[in-house]
């Protein structure tokens, strides 16, 4: 049941802007606002002894959801993008800071040894997220403040995700090759 709950709020989670734009096709945005803040509450009880640093952008979430039920107002519904974007922003350059970067600290679950070399790169590659995740924050919060509904839906239901992939994809590929030649 427990995996069943973690499968259902992670996909909802995922798939946050799609579950805004049709909820509110079809129910009020208090209502909209009442089961995504459900889904977030059981998502943080799923979560508390998983990674801790995930807690807060749930946590802000629940009062996202919070905030636009008890207001019966949608707007606060759309926020919910930035928030992750900012939090991972957070992680990754909390990790710069403090290190091993969070680049280094993926790689290494699939390659323990990394040369030395690969250090600096791997920390040039984090920097890159940063920066992606500062572009799609910044996105998230224009299309939340300043775009339609459907505009909003399609940055952060698609074409961010299609970044994140695309960012994600490239970098695997470019590191695999990388490392084959500075091994």
């Not at 629940?62 to 949608?74: D, P, V």
Request: net charge positive; glycine share 8%.
């Amino acid at each position: 049941m427990r995996l069943l709950l973690q499968i259902v709020t992670g996909a909802l989670i995922v798939g946050y802007p799609l579950a805004v734009f049709f909820g509110l096709q079809w129910l009020p945005p208090g209502t909209v606002a009442l089961m995504l803040c459900i889904a977030l509450v059981l998502r943080l009880a799923l979560q508390r002894q998983q990674v801790k640093a995930m807690m807060a952008p749930i946590i802000v979430g629940i009062g996202l959801t919070a905030a636009s039920f008890i207001a019966k107002e949608q707007q606060w519904l759309l926020y919910y993008p930035v928030v992750i974007n900012v939090s991972m922003l957070a992680l990754f350059g909390y990790s710069l800071k403090h290190g091993p970067s969070m680049i280094e600290r993926l790689a290494r679950l699939k390659e323990p040894d990394l040369p030395a070399t690969a250090i600096t790169y791997l920390r040039t590659v984090t920097k890159l997220w940063c920066g992606l995740f500062i572009f799609n924050g910044a996105m998230a919060w224009y299309t939340a403040s300043y775009a339609t509904l459907a505009v909003w839906t399609w940055y952060n239901g698609l074409i961010a995700y299609l970044l994140i992939g695309a960012m994600f994809a490239g970098e695997w590929l470019y590191r695999t090759f990388w490392l084959k030649k500075h091994d």
